[in-house]
């Protein structure tokens, strides 16, 4: 009988079974150390002992060797590698990372390969790793692996070929949404109080708590008790947080604002409060958005998060109750103004998905959205000042004082110039003496009126907009309220049995809307009577025959905004305009005319552009791209368009533009180390952006972490429409020109990308069955 080996304590061997490879890093690296039970090799190796291998060859990249049928091969199992971690961490970027940001991108000039020892020859045996996407995984894999404490790993290489569309798809699901979980409260504080947009130059930790919830106040003072070290200030703001003056004096005290809690147990038989956790965009927006959190939350359903995308809704009528309106975001200079309004389509989508198993609890939580959304709709959007009462059209157009403090300090600068030239004093000095009043500039006033209504409107910024926007009744605007009126009516005929009762008083906005009847101070009170369904159809029929009668253009076949002051339309082409088809408002006639005559002057290579260059204008040093111009596009254009498309039957439009997005993500994904960004220039394929802003989500070492919010979203969304065939093709990294611009068929160009491929995806793609796609 052989003799019995002894090991040393807690190895755990290569071929005892292993973990499945594509699954998230906290399982996948959860376990120990791993070794080999080779006796043809240096046995020292269970002590950790290394072998150092120089991973070029000679020191001559381009005289590597080709594989040979000696190499070892894939015959008995999948490969794996046996890798220190550290050190491979320090050849990696010392090899392959040229521009020195640590990350992995085809702009490195590296030699793209790199020789790792495999797993059952205790790394004395070699095989080459080649090409952007997998080297830029294999640095990934060692980042995830060092966060989990691990020093020595067994990789398997199909976690660096994995196809790229399910390993983002994978990564924003178990990874991303997780790390921009925010929670209010004292464990998720520390956090969420850290703004990067603060700069003030004071970043003491400062929490607003809305009048009216003292158990909340007295919450936080307790925490500031417990956690001396944070110096949190707590302050409870007044009965009418959003009063222009007020919000102005908060100007030089940032701070977040309290949003939803539930009361749980202590764990010491008494009571606490404990923040309902939420997503944030990401990068330098930290705190709750309102229009990002709709398309967010369209991710979470897709993902199967239905109870944090449920939270989300409880925030915003929080938001509602305490701060009049749901928030631009969850900070103290958002107080007066808000953003395009989803909520009723938001919280219908979730409770169509809610757990069946309590019927009355879920209809008891749409009723209190819904009853919060019709006091958003009567109090905000069809009350003055945001309505035009002479078109009935309702405008981005809130109130505010002084110079948006939110902005980067250069942002206005060539703005106020002129201004403080004209006084004598500097741009700084300008600008505190005409925040504080102290200088009286009306024009000034006049732009930021305009300026404010842009951030409002969620497209700061666009020449579209330009000193103008609170004057539009724009088209985006028309549409989401038209859901609203729609949606509201049919919850209330379809779950409500036809009656709602509204338990809280505001003033109702008068109908049909007219100067005259809002001239009449006289308002119906909300709890008068009980809603019905046909009063808010009644409402969605007039708005559409006003959007029609103001916002429709025949000749151009396309919707524009609506001036309300000069009375005429304003001709800037805004994609916005499909947003019509989203909402159900446009006509089949009107979406045929969307949809065969105006689609293709937004229709670029990588989806669809914000505005028409035409309409943009000419660019130069005096007059700088915009972001929400041409030829950027954003995740919530690409999803309305998509959603809107498929609804009045057009599924192959909706597919092939889903398919031009999620190309141009899947090609950065795999060409710049994991890259999720906010946005993309989609006439070139890039996420370098230079407009404005520049972009966010790009600033990460190593691992992507977050991506970002809407783009991780547009990404779930956008695999929802894909045939199988075009998963594969996008996986490929086929361009959408071979996949759409000729008769032949799908299987054929997926072929002839693999048969082509070359780096950065060619190894990557041996893992992908291309040969057997269904025709």
Request: charged share 25%; aromatic share 10%.
């Amino acid at each position: 009988m052989a003799p019995t080996l002894n090991h040393p304590t807690g190895v755990t061997f290569v071929d005892d079974g292993h973990n499945p490879v594509h699954v998230d890093a906290a399982t996948y690296y959860g376990g120990g150390e791993a070794f080999t039970r080779s006796r043809t090799y240096s046995h020292s190796h269970i002590h950790g002992y290394i072998p150092k291998r120089t991973p070029l060859f000679e020191e001559d990249t381009h005289m590597r060797a080709r594989r040979m049928s000696h190499d070892e091969k894939s015959v008995t199992g999948p490969r794996r590698f046996l890798i220190d971690v550290e050190e491979t961490i320090r050849v990696v970027l010392e090899q392959e990372d040229t521009d020195g940001d640590f990350q992995i991108s085809i702009t490195d000039a590296g030699p793209k390969m790199m020789a790792l020892g495999t797993a059952t020859s205790n790394g004395f045996k070699t095989f080459d790793v080649r090409g952007t996407y997998m080297l830029s995984n294999l640095l990934q894999e060692l980042a995830l692996a060092r966060d989990h404490g691990r020093k020595r790993i067994v990789l398997d290489e199909a976690r660096l070929s994995e196809n790229p569309v399910d390993r983002l798809s994978r990564m924003i699901k178990n990874s991303f949404w997780h790390s921009l979980t925010r929670r209010i409260d004292g464990d998720g504080l520390e956090i969420i109080t850290a703004d990067p947009k603060n700069r003030t130059g004071r970043v003491q930790p400062r929490i607003y708590v809305p009048y009216g919830e003292p158990a909340m106040a007295e919450y936080y003072r307790k925490v500031a008790r417990e956690k001396p070290h944070m110096n949190l200030d707590v302050q409870v703001l007044p009965p009418k947080p959003d009063d222009a003056v007020f919000v102005k004096s908060l100007n030089s005290k940032p701070g977040l604002l309290a949003l939803a809690m539930n009361e749980v147990d202590d764990g010491k038989g008494g009571r606490t409060l404990k923040g309902i956790p939420f997503i944030v965009p990401g990068a330098r927006f930290n705190e709750l958005y309102n229009w990002d959190s709709y398309f967010i939350s369209l991710g979470l359903l897709v993902d199967g998060q239905v109870t944090m995308a449920k939270g989300m809704v409880d925030h915003f009528i929080f938001e509602i109750k305490h701060y009049g309106k749901i928030l631009n975001g969850s900070r103290s200079y958002y107080l007066c103004r808000t953003q395009p309004p989803f909520l009723t389509d938001m919280a219908l989508q979730i409770y169509n998905q809610l757990d069946r198993s309590d019927v009355e609890s879920n209809r008891q939580w749409l009723k209190r959205a819904i009853q919060a959304a019709i006091k958003e709709y009567h109090t905000i959007w069809v009350a003055e000042p945001r309505i035009d009462p002479k078109t009935g059209l309702s405008r981005y157009r809130p109130d505010g004082l002084g110079i948006p403090p939110e902005t980067e300090a250069t942002h206005f600068t060539h703005i106020l110039e002129p201004y403080a030239e004209k006084h004598g004093i500097s741009v700084l000095e300008f600008s505190e003496k005409y925040n504080n009043g102290v200088l009286k500039e009306p024009a000034l006033d006049e732009y930021f009126l305009h300026d404010r209504a842009v951030r409002e409107s969620g497209h700061d910024t666009t020449y579209r907009f330009e000193k103008r926007c609170a004057n539009l009744g724009t088209i985006d605007l028309q549409a989401l309220l038209y859901k609203y009126e729609v949606d509201i009516g049919t919850a209330i005929r379809e779950v409500f049995d036809d009656e709602l009762e509204l338990e809280e008083e505001f003033d109702l906005a008068p109908f049909p809307p007219s100067v005259e009847a809002y001239r009449n101070p006289y308002r119906e009170c909300s709890t008068s009577r009980l809603q019905n369904s046909d009063e808010w159809f009644e409402r969605a029929d007039h708005r559409r025959e006003m959007i029609d009668k103001y916002l429709w253009n025949e000749n151009k076949k396309l919707y524009f905004d609506y001036d309300t002051v000069l009375e005429k339309q304003s001709l800037y082409e805004s994609v916005t305009a499909f947003w019509a088809l989203w909402a159900g408002c446009a006509s089949e006639d009107q979406c045929w005319k969307l949809v065969s005559q105006s689609l293709k002057r937004f229709e670029v290579l990588g989806g669809l552009v914000s505005g028409t260059e035409e309409s943009r204008g000419k660019i130069s040093l005096d007059r700088p791209n915009r972001q929400w111009d041409y030829p950027y596009a954003w995740p919530p254009h690409q999803i309305m368009t998509w959603v809107g498309l498929e609804r009045y039957g057009y599924l192959e439009d909706a597919q092939r533009l889903s398919y031009r997005f999620l190309y141009m993500m899947t090609t950065a994904f795999v060409d710049f180390n994991g890259v999720v960004p906010e946005k993309f220039d989609a006439v070139k394929l890039s996420h370098l952006v230079d407009a404005e802003y520049g972009n966010q989500g790009l600033d990460f070492k190593m691992v992507p972490r977050e991506g970002f919010g809407w783009m991780n979203s547009a990404y779930q969304v956008g695999l929802s429409f894909l045939t199988t065939h075009m998963r594969r093709a996008v996986a490929t990294c086929t361009s959408p020109e071979i996949v759409f611009g000729s008769s032949a068929n799908l299987e054929s160009a997926v072929a002839q990308a693999a048969h082509a491929a070359t780096d950065p995806l060619g190894l990557a793609m041996e893992s992908l069955d291309i040969d057997s796609l269904p025709v």
